[in-house]
């Protein structure tokens, strides 16, 4: 038996029309959408996991002075206390930072909170620029983050 051309086209349609896409197969994205995703990326956002906050504390020229580094876990989040958190690398334009690596005093880091206290001393008045970097880990019920050479960097008004 001979198939028509009409039944043969007929069948063809049928089964192109019932075809289903299956998870594996990729699927061409519209013309506007490939274009969005080929855009440069924004930078990225501050870490969701905790936020960092600096107070430079008060200072007068040739007197010792301390600026405070906490670090806060979001929420979901705790302090790792198990992990040995540090503030190193410290150093300063105009002064000098009494130890170039601290660790957080007794009391200062339980779970909601670290702090790290930076000692200094400024050489005249004006402004005095600090910089280091910062080890810490918060955790929440799945897994830790371990954060290593954070950036900090802050300026202290010297009177």
């Known amino acids: 038996m001979r198939l028509s051309a009409l039944t043969l086209a007929a069948c063809f349609a049928t089964v192109i029309a ?48 301390t600026s405070i580094v906490e670090v806060t876990p979001a929420a979901g989040f705790k302090m790792n206390l198990e992990f040995p958190s540090r503030a190193k690398n410290l150093a300063c334009a105009g002064g000098t930072v009494a130890q170039a690596e601290v660790t957080p005093g007794e009391g200062d880091v339980t779970e909601q909170v670290l702090r790290f206290k930076v000692p200094f001393t400024a050489a005249a008045a004006g402004k005095l620029e600090i910089n280091g970097l910062a080890d810490f880990s918060v955790c929440n019920e799945r897994a830790c983050k371990l954060i290593r050479d954070e950036k900090l960097a802050w300026a202290v008004e010297v009177k």
């Open 18 to 65: 019932c075809r289903e896409t299956s998870a594996t197969e990729p699927v061409a994205a519209p013309p506007s959408a490939t274009a969005a995703s080929a855009a440069p990326a924004s930078a990225a956002p501050a870490a969701a996991e905790y936020s960092v906050r600096i107070v430079p504390g008060d200072a007068k020229a040739g007197e010792a002075g």
